[in-house]
């Protein structure tokens, strides 16, 4: 299987934030915003595997600003790093300026996604290969991220866990 670049998973859904979308305090709920990157992630994890895919954890969400009623969201997601059957999906999410049309960086969120045959059972993806410093940097962290979460569930062994255990050394 050959290994893919970032770039060809790359999704990038843009959308207005409506009414009926907003709380009371006439902001994007959470909830839609996860819906939202959860689409985004599923076409990004689609396209690297073109397989069926799942979502298999909400890893990271940082809601670092409100999304205003009437603003312009683009959500962009690239798989970051796959491993045998499952694809961690990097989020980003950009809020556009009603007047200057400048884009500013309101949250981001990290995904897995498991590509799956016709009756759910897990099937092999190519690797990613990154290309740009980001890509690189995403993609390094992706096995911490993966090594820590195997951890606490249990399934490595803390000296398993090379990854981790180079940062403290």
Known sequence: MTAKAPQE???????????SET??????????LLAR???AAAISARRHSRRIVVTASVN????????????VVTVEAKVSRAFRTSMEVFID??????????????????YTFVAVDETGRPVAVPEVAPET???KERFAAALRRKQLSLLLAGKI????????????E
């Open 9 to 19: 998973s790359r999704t990038i859904m843009t959308d207005l934030v409506l009414p």
């Open 23 to 32: 709380n009371p305090l006439n902001n994007l709920f959470g909830g839609e």
């Open 37 to 39: 990157m959860d689409r």
């Open 60 to 71: 990271h969400v940082a809601f670092n600003s409100a999304v205003p009623l009437g603003s």
């Open 93 to 110: 999410v950009w809020i556009e300026d009603r007047e200057s049309g400048a884009r500013t960086k309101a949250n981001e969120a990290i």
């Open 133 to 135: 410093d980001l890509e």
């Open 157 to 168: 062994k803390p000296q398993d866990a090379t990854e981790l255990k180079a940062l403290f």
